[in-house]
């Protein structure tokens, strides 16, 4: 049967820095989320999940096998949305509308979507995600958690555990956050946003 692998990373391990360093990569994506990785691996083998798709385990599984798969999605989610930092960096096209109608402007989205990740007791994640209306919401999830569960399509996500930003930033959650937006790939959440859109309207 086919297993899970660690994904392959579209840029070098410093190509972040210094709003996140290759120390924090290194460890980040080559320990932790390897760790999630072969975790999932052992405990799905010989179930009846083992072969599924990783959302589809997300959705129906409980306990250390949802832990594992939730980590893996959330992180390849994480780290696939990143680019080399930009200064001014703000979406365009129909995310960057979706933006505007929901939040009434960019700077407001970030205050919320900020706040919201600062806010978030212990260890998750805050996201962007679209309702089957095409809705934008910002939601925080503990934990593995992920917002498919909640019927949502996720697209675009910053991690608060603080294994993503405690070498580089220590306790000051607010300012990795703050930083976190010279790295964000606008194209990536485009092409998120586009698909989820493509998807309810063919319905």
Do not use: C
Request: avoid cysteine; aromatic fraction near 12%.
């Amino acid at each position: 049967m086919k297993k899970f692998e660690l994904i392959t990373l579209p840029y070098a391990e410093d190509a972040l820095e210094p709003v996140i360093s290759s120390e924090t990569i290194g460890f980040h994506y080559g320990k932790h989320l390897l760790t999630y990785v072969n975790n999932l691996n052992a405990l799905l083998s010989n179930t009846p999940m083992e072969g599924l798709p990783l959302e589809e385990i997300v959705k129906k599984a409980e306990g250390g096998i949802l832990n594992n798969a939730g980590q893996i999605l959330n992180h390849e989610m994480y780290f696939l949305q990143f680019k080399h930092p930009t200064e001014n960096n703000i979406p365009t096209g129909t995310i960057a509308d979706a933006i505007m109608n929901n939040f009434g402007s960019f700077d407001a989205f970030k205050e919320e979507f900020q706040k919201k990740g600062t806010t978030l007791f212990g260890s998750g994640w805050v996201w962007l995600s679209a309702d089957q209306n095409g809705n934008l919401i910002i939601t925080q999830e503990t934990n593995a958690a992920n917002p498919i569960q909640k019927g949502l399509t996720p697209l675009l996500t910053f991690d608060v555990w603080e294994h993503a930003y405690y070498l580089d930033y220590q306790n000051r959650r607010a300012d990795h956050l703050a930083a976190l937006w010279q790295i964000v790939d606008w194209d990536i959440i485009e092409q998120r946003y586009r698909r989820h859109h493509d998807a309810i309207t063919s319905k």
